[in-house]
């Protein structure tokens, strides 16, 4: 009996020998945190996407990019005056080079919907056959220097709709009006709008009003960003309807933003707002 206790006692030391030192041996683990910067990041790799497009190598097809391609248009604003379509993206990148971003239109999935803001809304059409998914995005470019332009894209997968909407923002690229439309600033320097506009869409309604040097972009975020690549640096907003529609906010936003340019305006009136239209001289 002794010594089957012995042998049992023996055998026990000898497997916690092996397991100590299969641990010691064994690479260690690290649980960290992912740090803000790392979550910043990816945000920014989903809303501004690389896309390259090569000019070198655009063989226009329309008079207005043939015009462009040889050297005879070399301001954008040859084209917006006199109101000739613009059906090539090209002509974009070529004559102001701008820059893109999508929305945060969409939400991933989470409990009692509070899942984070994305880039891409998804939607289902039930069928026979089964779900059929689409996604739907909102891209805006600009300059910073007085052009912006939004366009929607849908489609059955991510990559063609991202790319729709960018190219449809580029086509619908305008100028706007910029100034100092503020009663406690007067520093007639174009950094707000000139005057205050009210743009709707659907139910939702928005107000942009001027705001003084310093203020900031006091509007909603996904609003904010259409009016940082337009060249606005300080504004502030009033809105009213279902304001959680993003598409439909977006919209109204670009709606006021048509509307400076459509207000007759005084030549005193010039030099007493800083009004500049489309980019600084």
Known sequence: MKEEKNKK????????????????????????????????????????????????????????????????????????????????????????KPEHELLLVGQSKGKFGGGARRVFRQTQKKTPEGNKPSFSTYAVVGNKNGYVGGGYGKSKDTVPAREKAIRKAK?????????????????????????KVKGKCGS??????????????????????????AGIKDILSKTSGQTRDKMNLIEACFSALKKLTKHKIQPEQIAELGIQEGALK
């Not at 086509?171 to 707000?192: A, D, Q, Y």
């Not at 939702?204 to 690549?229: D, F, H, N, S, Y």
């Open 204 to 229: 939702v309604e928005i107000t942009l009003i001027p705001a003084p040097k310093g203020k900031g972009l006091v509007v909603e975020k996904e609003c904010a960003k259409a009016l940082r690549l």
């Open 9 to 96: 006692q023996e055998k026990e030391e000898v497997t916690e020998q092996t397991i100590v030192e299969v641990v010691e041996e064994a690479p260690k683990l690290e649980f960290e945190e992912k740090p803000e910067e790392f979550e910043i990041v990816e945000i920014e790799k989903e809303t501004k996407p690389e896309i390259k497009t090569d000019v070198e190598k655009w063989q226009p097809k329309t008079e207005v990019g043939k015009k462009v391609k040889v050297g005879e248009i070399t301001d954008i604003n040859q084209i917006l005056d006199k109101g000739l379509p613009i059906l090539e993206q090209e002509i974009i990148d070529v004559l102001i």
């Open 171 to 195: 086509l619908s690229v305008f100028k706007i009006m910029r100034g100092c439309g503020s009663w406690e600033c007067n520093c007639k320097t174009p950094h707000s709008i000139p005057f």
